[in-house]
């Protein structure tokens, strides 16, 4: 079978899965789990030997005419480099994991077979997006991959939050999206083709007509779908979806294909000296902000959340160095130590019974009760710390060693100012990425105070999930000289400077957010005062639940343990002794949603009720005024039908004597005359 023939099986496969899933998934639940697992799984398998036969040398093209369009065409067609053969292996095996760690998460959910055919055709469309050479065809799996995000993150629609999630997550996502085709139009205009080869050429010929307008506008629906500022509030709310949605949101679909759209189309970012400042900036932004919102959180998933922002902002980095191979490299190992910390956050959160870290503080015991998840979250977080020689440190440093070489000027493509703001932000994101990672660890494995609730074993597939991604997540970084060709033969080693920079940085975050945690653990011992008590009623009440109904019951019970579904009032968190005042800032994302409401929601509804009250109050009186007249006339003439025959023809008699006498009136006055 041909390389090409494999590469249309890939998404074709879960796509199939999908519509089985969803034709058969109710009548005949048993089918529902292999038709779930067996297309991804098989996927996967494609996937790895397209990628073992690209082997980094010269991209895959194949195309055929989808429809004469009398203007730019649009092809069906293939454009399979090396990024894309990696990035689509990822795609898939974490796909894989998600699905067969959902038939244990989710056993007992009545809504399990639809669950699982949306994410097959999410996995499709993230499939597609990948492999995709026609700008056209690769919007058809972008916007699949929306309105799948919205049914996924609302699974647990009874709950209030989760349906604002989904609505929030598909409003804010399509706010992008409308700016992105716009400039996919103008760009097809421009290149004459949608094909990205095309396209590229036409870039490199320097026939592209104009460049920033382009870029910028491709920009806006990269921010909505990547959740890059200021576009970047959907994801956190989208933690009210089950906990592997999120793990295939934040890993290897969605987020991912903002970024990959960028290093796809590189040169034609590059070709703006503009873009690549607004993408730096919006990357440097993006990075410190959510790494300070990170260290605030409460809910250990909203903690991840605002940890993807910010890791996806190093991507953007990366790409505003001009540096695509880094942001790939990082994009591919962030995947899989960020798939294990959403997967091993639903172990926690099932075996705590909350969500919420401040009520994890006060357990017990609790890392005895999860081993697996205890360990194989301690190697994601130092990985998502950068700590050597997890995979996060090697390709972190890649960023950070291609916004040096650009700082110093060694870069044709990107300016040294985008450089050095990609450089300094990313070190500063680097301390704080470890302080909110160590918080993290701290007050969920080393809690004090009464023992952990029984809440049942977890299922074995949930636990063998987790060992699976963190082999990727040990071993991925030691591949660097191995994956070269697949990179366009870039070098990732990382550099001596930044890599001490780096590493330095996050061993100080990690120490001051552990010095503060111990200074609070020292102050009871010496005073004898134990933590206040805080967070009871945020523990589910259902301990021998599934952990997908544990999850639900912890996401709505969480505000109103608290009053906030972000926060908690813990005065022993290091994360509120280490913001200090501004903590109250950082929890509720610097009120970036209070601002979008003041100045776009609430002139938009009170817009709405202007036009129906002028609907109702104005039209309507027109309309109604036009009608009754006729319905007056028509009173009228009711009244005069009484069923009554002698008076119908007095009526007719009289009515007769008078036409009579108007005859003859008429006929005298014109004999008259």
């Not at 070269?484 to 061993?507: I, R």
Request: charged share 10%; aromatic share 8%.
């Amino acid at each position: 079978m041909t390389t090409t023939t494999l590469a249309v099986l890939v998404p074709l496969l879960p796509f199939l899965g999908a519509a089985a899933g969803l034709l058969l998934g109710r009548t005949t639940p048993g089918l529902a789990r292999p038709l779930a697992i067996l297309p991804t799984l098989g996927s996967a398998a494609l996937a790895i030997t397209v990628a073992v036969r690209q082997g980094g040398g010269h991209a895959i093209d194949a195309a055929t005419r989808l429809t004469p369009t009398g203007s730019v065409p649009i092809d069906l067609s293939l454009h399979i480099d090396g990024f894309a053969a990696l990035v689509a292996v990822l795609v898939v095996i974490v796909a894989g994991c998600v699905q067969i760690y959902s038939t244990g998460y989710l056993r007992d959910d009545p809504r399990y077979p639809s669950y699982a055919a949306i994410v097959s055709l999410f996995t499709a469309a993230m499939l597609l997006v990948v492999y995709s050479g026609d700008l056209m065809v690769l919007l058809v799996g972008w916007e699949v991959m929306g309105i799948c995000s919205y049914f996924l993150v609302g699974h647990y629609w009874e709950t209030p939050e989760a349906r604002a999630a989904s609505l929030k997550a598909f409003l804010v996502t399509k706010l992008g999206d409308v700016p992105f085709l716009i400039g996919l139009f103008a760009l097809a205009t421009d290149a004459g083709t949608f094909r990205i080869t095309g396209i590229l050429q036409t870039v490199n010929d320097g026939a592209l007509h104009h460049p920033t307008l382009v870029a910028l506008l491709l920009l806006a629906g990269v921010a909505g779908k990547s959740a890059q500022f200021p576009l970047h509030t959907w994801l956190p709310d989208a933690m009210a979806g089950p906990t592997p949605v999120s793990a295939l949101i934040h890993a290897a679909t969605m987020v991912a294909a903002g970024i990959y759209f960028v290093a796809r189309l590189l040169p034609v970012f590059a070709a703006s000296t503009a873009a690549m400042i607004v993408l730096a900036v919006m990357a440097a932004v993006t990075m410190i902000g959510s790494a300070l919102a990170a260290l605030a959180q409460d809910d250990i998933k909203r903690v991840l959340a605002y940890s993807t922002i910010g890791q996806l902002g190093y991507m953007s980095g990366a790409l505003a160095v001009g540096d695509r191979g880094a942001a790939v490299f990082h994009l591919l190992s962030h995947g899989a130590f960020k798939a294990l910390l959403f997967l091993g956050a639903g172990v926690i959160i099932h075996a705590a019974g909350t969500n919420s870290l401040a009520a994890m503080s006060r357990m017990d015991q609790l890392a005895k009760r999860v081993p697996d998840a205890f360990w194989t979250m301690t190697i994601a977080l130092l990985a998502l710390a950068a700590i050597p020689p997890f995979a996060g440190f090697f390709s972190k440093e890649s960023v950070l060693g291609a916004a040096e070489h650009t700082a110093l000027g060694d870069s044709a493509i990107a300016p040294a100012g985008a450089g050095w703001t990609v450089l300094v932000s990313g070190l500063v994101t680097a301390l704080l990425t470890a302080a909110y990672a160590t918080r993290l660890w701290l007050l969920a494995f080393r809690g004090k105070g009464a023992e952990a609730p029984a809440h049942g074993k977890q299922p074995l597939v949930m636990n063998a999930v987790l060992w699976v991604l963190a082999i990727p997540t040990i071993g991925f970084g030691l591949t660097t000289g191995v994956i070269t060709d697949w990179f366009d033969g870039n070098d990732l080693t990382p550099a001596l400077t930044t890599s001490v920079l780096g590493t330095g940085v996050a061993v100080v975050g990690g120490l001051m957010t552990y010095g503060t945690w111990r200074a609070v653990q020292y102050r009871e011992a010496v005073t004898g005062a134990a933590l206040p008590p805080l967070g009871t009623a945020a523990v589910t009440a259902h301990p021998d639940a599934d952990p997908a109904t544990v999850e639900a019951e912890a996401i709505a019970t969480h505000t109103a343990a608290y009053g906030n579904i972000a926060s908690a009032p813990d005065p022993a968190d290091p994360g509120r002794l280490l913001l200090g005042p501004l903590h109250r800032h950082a929890a509720s994302g610097f009120h970036l949603d209070a601002l979008y409401s003041a100045l776009f929601v609430r002139p938009v509804v009170a817009a709405a009720e202007l036009v129906r009250f002028l609907d109702r109050e104005v039209i309507d009186t027109y309309v109604r005024g036009a009608s009754a007249g006729p319905r007056w006339l028509g009173a009228a003439v009711r009244r005069a039908q009484t069923g009554n025959l002698q008076t119908y023809l007095s009526a007719l008699l009289a009515g007769s004597v008078v036409l009579a006498i108007a005859a003859v009136a008429l006929a005298n006055a014109y004999a008259g005359s």
